[in-house]
């Protein structure tokens, strides 16, 4: 197991550097550069300015001697300065953004497990039931509509139209003045809609797995079995079947925590949450583009490391995949 | 698993909370005394990047420090200059340099006295080259800039320079805190210090920036208490924030200015101002390229668009018809010029002039190649795509083919604009009271980069601007820029569409907002919230 370890760690580095490169020449690619992207057609904004200020970003360098200079830095966990005028560590950016983004994936994830595991065992259960195709097509319906729809939808009804829910931030104005029980209950406020937006296109899959992993176990012949000793049919599904078939649907938990910060761009921006998604959105626009190679840099780890997890998961559940 | 009682608690509980916001029981229409107190909270699309406004080209971020900091002179109601942190300037006889004298009452926020030492610092941060702005073109022109005594300055030109003296409406910097330093580096970036009617409170990136009112404000304290921004990088969420109370005051777009705000509760709340901005929105032929050398043929698409259509089915009425590059609330306006009023048998008449023969398809031919060309616009603003589809359908009822391609911005102006690689596009200029138009259509402003992107050449035009630009004589000026207006017009190098108006919502119980020419904010600090009806106490808003 330790060789099987050791050996997929050491293939994470070449796969971070192939990443970085492509992402770094991609980003230059795209049109416009930082600092005068706000004043494209601005009468005041002169070539000599732009001269100096490409200078001063270093975008008059080659672009493979930009790389080298970033590349060296990052080895030393060195996310450099943004481009933004605000001149601030790539790191501190990151650092002050990540805890609401990572808050709000792990509660939206447990959302999706809480509700998908659920339906998917119900929907195996009682398998073309009406109730099984009604929920099916409900949480497909979720899956297909575009998030940002959906969340103006619920925003508008339980914002404007109710009055119950808060629409957009994460905190009231008058927090500071609140108890801690109400500053907990009005962060819980301003957190249900988006997480139950982050979490809705999630419940498709998870369900889906969830049934489909149970329905193929139920079809093994220790089940059968199991029935003809005459165990009651609630206590083969939980000790028999339920077991067996969680095992894939938990790895996919590794397999999603690459999708977090990708997801995060979307309902942050609408839900005006300053987190990492919203953060990056605004790089991009601002072609920031050492924050943006950080975010990047971060969330190829992260998806190297759930693949690895996912991996290691099903490595301890079948040796075979140990050995080879 | 939560017991089924529990889970009816929970959701009791919010509806308890939920229903603890209701708002809306208040009456605003008493406008009440002028009190100190209440907060006023703006969103914006985007985060400020940089409260140095020398370095930060965002809008955000001008905002914000356009309540921190002064410059010397500024605009009034009427769009005169008048004096900010100047109590006078003279202009000398040979119209080369300018003497400010300066207020002695003001102080920077941390309590130290502003003086001219501070203006010269300003001038010369902005023309060192190692100061990464955009703005030094104008103090470029700058001969000397010298102090005589504490309070008063005096800058020399080479030759007059008309638009010198708003020039420095630029903010200006405090000496103490910046210089011998980085100006790049400066913590004055994050937390500005400034003379001006608010002080700089706190800033939660990506969240909001919060402003507290200047209580020794050399203009007077600002009634209201408290100014925060708030990010909102979503439009639609910004405007559900406005009909939930989130915000006290934003932009409409025009349907949301005349349906979806036509509603009772909304008209209790909120106040609507419609004004003439300061833009306007136009169709730039590309002038190298083949049928648009013909003033005839930019004449004939002149006629062919039918601006009152657009105006009335795009913006559902909230503009004027353009005549040229000035608005009709600038002083330079010349609204006696030729006039493209909808004829399609003029621009038929001009076309057939021009050469153009309708073909047995009914389109148009010259020498047997069809008329056809390519309208560029960019990604999300829908204004100006359903213009160009407009203009697609008039265009063809007279033969022309018109295709229309949508870019995203960057892309537009870098790959298409900037490398003369287009035929026609839709923009549009915000431009300045003060109306000097050397950048965009003086022939030597063709260059990469440049602003004169359509390659406009005319010589007439060219001395008009120049001597207009060298001569403080308003009188002067404004015979040249009429005849420049009316060049302009005559030879149609753009199709002026319109000039949108402004259409703001706020909340109603600001009082003491008169809409001018300069707009809504100009008199902020007079902005009052009578005692009973306000909203927010004190510290709201404001980090433990």
Redesign the interface.
């Known amino acids: 197991m330790l060789r099987y370890l050791l050996k997929r760690l050491f293939f994470m580095v070449p796969m971070i550097f192939g990443i970085t490169l492509i992402s770094f020449t991609v980003i230059h690619l795209?049109?416009?550069e930082p600092?005068?992207?706000?004043?494209?057609?601005?009468?005041?904004?002169?070539?000599q300015?732009?001269e100096?200020?490409r200078a001063?970003y270093g975008l008059d360098k080659p672009l493979h001697v930009q790389y080298w200079m970033w590349l060296k830095r990052v080895v030393k966990l060195d996310f450099g300065t943004s481009f933004?005028?605000?001149?601030?560590p790539v790191i501190d950016?990151i650092k002050?953004?990540l805890p609401v983004t990572i808050l709000i994936n792990l509660l939206s994830m447990a959302l999706i497990f809480l509700v998908g595991i659920p339906i998917g065992i119900y929907c195996a259960r009682y398998k073309d039931s009406i109730l099984d195709k009604v929920l099916t097509s409900f949480v497909f319906a979720g899956y297909a509509a575009p998030t940002?729809w959906i969340a103006?939808l619920l925003?508008?009804f339980f914002?404007?139209y109710?009055?119950?829910?808060?629409?957009?931030?994460?905190k009231s104005?008058?927090?500071?003045?609140l108890s801690f029980f109400g500053k907990t209950?009005d962060v819980a406020?301003h957190l249900i809609l988006p997480v139950c937006i982050s979490g809705f296109g999630g419940l498709a899959g998870i369900s889906r797995y969830m049934k489909n992993s149970l329905l193929e176990v139920l079809r093994q012949e220790y089940i059968t079995t199991a029935y003809a000793k005459g165990l009651p049919e609630s206590m083969v599904l939980k000790k028999h079947a339920l077991r067996n078939a969680l095992l894939p649907v938990i790895t996919i938990l590794g397999l999603s925590i690459p999708g977090l910060i990708g997801g995060s761009v979307i309902f942050e921006?609408?839900?005006?949450?300053?987190?990492m998604g919203?953060?990056f959105?605004?790089s991009v626009?601002?072609?920031d583009y050492p924050t943006i190679m950080g975010i990047l840099v971060i969330g190829a780890f992260l998806t190297l490391l759930g693949n690895l997890i996912a991996d290691i998961s099903y490595a301890l559940a079948d040796p075979r995949i140990r050995i080879g | 698993m939560l017991s089924r009682q529990s889970l009816i608690f929970i959701l009791l509980?919010?509806?308890f909370?939920?229903?603890s916001?209701?708002k809306g029981t208040t009456s605003y229409d008493d406008p009440g005394k002028p009190a100190y107190g209440d907060?006023i909270?703006m969103a914006s699309i985007?985060?400020a990047?940089?409260l140095i406004p020398l370095?930060?080209?965002?809008s955000a971020?001008h905002e914000i420090s356009g309540l921190v900091y002064n410059g010397l002179v500024k605009y009034d109601k009427d769009l005169n200059i008048v004096g900010d942190l100047a109590k006078s300037w003279e202009i000398s006889k040979d119209g080369l340099s300018i003497t400010f004298r300066l207020k002695k009452d003001v102080r920077w926020h941390d309590g130290k006295p502003f003086t001219a030492h501070d203006v010269l610092y300003t001038y010369k941060v902005t023309v060192d080259?190692r100061t990464?702005?955009?703005?030094?073109?104008?103090f470029q022109l700058v001969k000397k800039a010298e102090v005589l005594d504490d309070y008063t300055f005096r800058v020399t030109y080479n030759k007059p320079f008309a638009p010198a003296l708003i020039s420095w409406a630029t903010a200006i910097m405090p000496k103490h805190l910046l210089e011998g330093k980085d100006i790049?580096?400066s913590p004055l970036?994050?937390k500005p210090v400034g003379t001006g009617p608010f002080v700089f409170k706190e800033w939660?990136?990506?969240?909001r920036i919060i402003l507290t009112a200047n209580k020794d404000y050399f203009e007077g304290r600002p009634y209201i208490d408290r100014y925060?921004m708030?990010?909102?990088?979503?439009s639609?969420?910004m405007f559900?924030?406005l009909?939930?109370y989130?915000i006290d005051m934003m932009g409409l777009a025009p349907l949301q200015f005349l349906k979806q705000t036509e509603y009772p509760r909304f008209k209790q709340e909120y106040n609507k101002f419609k004004y003439l901005a300061f833009n306007y929105t136009y169709l730039g032929f590309n002038l190298k390229h083949g049928p648009f050398k013909d003033k005839r043929v930019r004449q004939a698409i002149s006629y062919a668009i039918n601006k009152k259509e657009i105006i009335d089915g795009i913006l559902l009425g909230l503009g004027e018809e353009a005549t040229g590059p000035f608005t009709p609330n600038m002083w330079a306006y010349n609204g006696n010029v030729k006039r493209y009023r909808y004829s399609k048998e003029k621009a038929l008449a001009l076309l057939k002039e021009a050469g153009y023969e309708k073909g047995p398809d009914d389109m148009l031919k010259k020498n047997g190649s069809p008329f056809e060309f390519t309208i560029l616009v960019n990604q999300g603003n829908t204004v100006r795509i359903q213009c160009a589809e407009l203009i697609q359908r008039r265009l063809s009822e007279i033969g022309i083919t018109v295709k229309i391609r949508v870019l995203?911005?960057?892309?537009l102006?870098?790959?298409f604009i900037d490398k003369r690689n287009f035929e026609a596009v839709i923009?549009g200029?915000s431009i300045n009271p003060e109306p000097d138009p050397?950048?965009?259509w003086h022939s030597s402003k063709q260059?990469?980069?440049?602003?004169n992107f359509i390659s406009f050449e005319n010589k007439e035009v060219d001395e008009l601007i120049i001597k207009a630009r060298h001569t403080f004589d308003r009188a002067k000026r404004e015979r040249y820029y009429g005849r420049f207006q009316e060049i302009i017009a005559e030879e149609a190098p753009y199709a002026f569409l319109f000039y949108p108006y402004a259409t703001v919502a706020v909340h109603k119980r600001f009082k003491g907002i008169e809409p001018a020419a300069a707009g809504l904010m100009y008199n902020f600090i007079k902005w009052y919230v009578p005692e009973n009806q306000r909203r927010?106490?004190a510290?709201?808003?404001?980090?433990?």
Not at chain 1, 39 to 47: A, D, I, L, R
Not at chain 1, 84 to 88: E, S
Not at chain 2, 132 to 138: G, I, L, Q
């Open positions: 795209v049109p416009g600092g005068v992207l706000d004043s494209e057609m601005n009468p005041k904004v002169t070539k300015v732009r100096r200020i001063f933004a005028p605000d001149r601030r950016k002050e953004r940002f103006l925003m508008m914002g404007v109710l009055e119950l829910l808060p629409i957009s931030g994460i104005f008058n927090f500071s003045e209950i406020k921006s609408i839900f005006s949450i300053p987190g919203q953060l959105y605004m626009m601002a072609r | 509980a919010f509806l909370f939920g229903c916001q209701q907060m909270v985007g985060e990047s940089n370095l930060s080209t965002d971020s080259p990464p702005t955009a703005y030094a073109a104008d790049t580096t970036i994050r939660v990136p990506g969240d925060m708030r990010i909102i990088p979503d639609a969420t559900l924030e009909k939930h989130g995203e911005w960057a892309s102006i870098n790959e923009l200029w050397y950048d965009i260059g990469l980069k440049e602003l927010y106490k510290d709201a808003a404001l980090s433990p």
